[in-house]
């Protein structure tokens, strides 16, 4: 069984189109956790119409605690051996559980596709290959992607201390190695909501939290820093200010 976990907070008008593409999924085998993170707007009205359209869809009402604090619930929840994170404004493509499930017994620690944007703005997204030294200067895999339960497990969950984005990219830094394997579908199997206005967007607008932020990131996987770099992040490390992100700017170049 595969768990699809979809945190909700205040955005009911998009519910729909994301539950719709969980239900065309070629693949049967799944359950849907809904969690509403304490929304104000109508999320639990949305969220039980589906539950009562098909018993794969559960609901799951919570305080409000912030993005991570609610998928740590729905996993919490969650019955299948692999999750995949699905955000309430966002929507996969009908093939994408039956592709990534006939990867599960490769040895992959996390599975995931090519994407798109929609809404605002339609394109493919051209993100990066994977690689670990990669992923360590930027999150190059979005929040979307297949892991294991057990994983979860292991590193305690998503950070609940992360209130202000990049949860994701702290989260695959956590369960990933050197030396973990990684796959992406060569097919478009995600589409990411691209609006006006956004976490990621009000996060890029606010420089001193995005500094701030790195910087929570690269203390807290430090040692999986000076494994790639060595003991010349140690002296990074210490020319980093909350003014400017100079860490980021030399791993940068010499990725």
């Known amino acids: 069984m595969i768990s699809i976990i979809v945190p909700c907070f205040n955005q009911a008008q998009y519910l729909d189109e994301c539950l719709q593409s969980v239900l065309e999924q070629t693949y049967q085998n799944w359950e849907c956790i809904i969690v509403n993170d304490g929304s ?26 912030g993005l991570s604090s609610a998928r740590n619930t729905g996993i919490q929840e969650a019955k299948g051996e692999w999750i995949l994170p699905l955000d309430c404004d966002d929507k996969i493509s009908n093939r994408y559980l039956e592709l990534a499930a006939k990867e599960f017994d490769k040895g992959y620690t996390v599975i995931y596709c090519q994407a798109a944007f929609f809404g605002a703005k339609n394109e493919k997204w051209h993100l990066p290959e ?19 339960k057990q994983d979860w ?56 939290v995005v500094q701030s932020t790195r910087a929570y990131i690269f203390e807290k996987h430090q040692q999986k820093y000076f ?16 003014k400017q992100p100079k860490i980021a700017v030399i791993l940068g170049r010499l990725i």
């Not at 994977?130 to 294991?148: R, V």
């Not at 292991?154 to 050197?178: N, P, Q, R, S």
């Not at 494994?227 to 909350?242: A, M, P, S, T, W």
Request: charged residues 30%; neutral net charge.
């Open 40 to 65: 104000p707007d109508n999320t639990e009205e949305v969220a039980k119409k589906w539950c009562e359209e098909d018993a794969r869809f559960q609901y799951v009402l919570k305080e409000n605690g």
């Open 130 to 148: 994977y690689s670990f030294k990669g992923q360590l200067y930027n999150n190059h895999i979005f929040c979307s992607a297949f892991f294991k």
């Open 227 to 242: 494994e790639i770099y060595g003991r010349f992040f140690n002296k990074l490390r210490f020319v980093y200010d909350k």
């Open 153 to 208: 497990e292991k590193v305690g969950g998503y950070d609940t201390a992360m209130k202000h984005g990049y949860e994701d990219w702290e989260f695959w830094l956590h369960i990933l190695t050197k030396d973990s394997k990684v796959y992406r579908i060569p097919q478009v199997c995600f589409y990411y909501r691209q609006k006006e206005q956004s976490m990621i967007t009000d996060l890029m607008a606010q420089q001193e």
